[in-house]
């Protein structure tokens, strides 16, 4: 029961539901116009950020538990910061990746790679433990 209450309390405060419909609602065309486009020499990327330190973020951080399991469900452990995604954003915008489309760089500290971050997300981890006692990736 505590688990549900977090994870309800998680996803009202960050709005979880709205910020995955919003990602799908880029993913895909990005996805779809890099092919589209691709002849005409136009690249479409995506970034994709997971928990960033920015004002809609703040109502889960100001809510120690909530906050607490973020943390340990994002292999970093540690929120990601704003300068993290400008910095994605100007890699692939930069002359280095003339031959990349139709990518989506996530800008998430692993979570979404990480077969652990995706299971801790559905079931937090027991309080007391610390990143020392993470298995290895």
Request: with cysteine.
């Amino acid at each position: 029961m505590r688990r549900r209450r977090l994870r309800a309390r998680l996803l009202r405060r960050s709005q979880g539901p709205a910020c995955s419909a919003g990602k799908g609602g880029v993913v895909r065309p990005a996805k779809a116009l890099a092919v589209a486009r691709a002849a005409e020499g136009i690249r479409v990327n995506a970034v994709a950020p997971g928990w960033i330190r920015t004002g809609p973020a703040g109502n889960v951080r100001a809510d120690g538990e909530a906050d607490r399991h973020i943390l340990t469900c994002t292999p970093m452990c540690r929120w990601g910061g704003p300068g993290g995604v400008a910095g994605a954003v100007a890699f692939l915008a930069g002359a280095g990746t003339v031959f990349v489309a139709g990518t989506v760089l996530a800008v998430d500290g692993g979570t979404s790679r990480c077969e652990r971050g995706r299971a801790l997300l559905r079931h937090p981890r027991p309080r007391g433990r610390t990143r020392a006692d993470r298995p290895p990736l």
